[in-house]
Nanobody
Framework: QVQLVESGGGLVQAGGSLRLSCAHS????????MAWFRQAPGKEREFVAA????????YYSDSVKGRFTISRDNAKKTVYLQMDSLKPEDTAIYYC????????????????WGQGTQVTVSS
């Protein structure tokens, strides 16, 4: 059973930066597609970014492209989300997700989820 543990959330002013981390407990981390989703109050969970097995293939939602960067360290079994130029509309709970399948942008395509970490961007 894979466990994902996120960290790095917090309160930041608009224009600031945060880096989220997600530690993966499995032994075959390099064979998992890793992704970040977020969910704001009253809204559906939405795709943010994903990275393929080697990290060479990355995908972003239009709303974060150019501001967020997903990366992974297979030796540390950790995926990161560097968030720069944060906006109040980025406020949400951020979830890490993993699956053996190819990169997807729909939550149901991922089998494993972390507990989430709160990101709050103040104006």
């Amino acid at each position: 059973q894979v466990q994902l543990v996120e960290s790095g959330g917090g309160l930041v002013q608009a224009g600031g930066s945060l880096r989220l981390s997600c530690a993966h407990s499995g032994s075959t981390f390099s064979r998992y597609t890793m992704a970040w989703f977020r969910q704001a109050p009253g809204k559906e969970r939405e795709f943010v970014a994903a990275a393929g097995w080697s990290g060479g293939s990355t995908y972003y939602s239009d709303s974060v492209k150019g501001r967020f960067t997903i990366s992974r360290d297979n030796a540390k079994k950790t995926v990161y989300l560097q968030m720069d130029s944060l906006k109040p509309e980025d406020t949400a709970i951020y979830y890490c997700a993993a699956d053996h399948n190819l990169i997807g942008k729909i939550p149901s395509q991922y089998s494993y989820w972390g507990q989430g970490t709160q990101v709050t961007v103040s104006s």
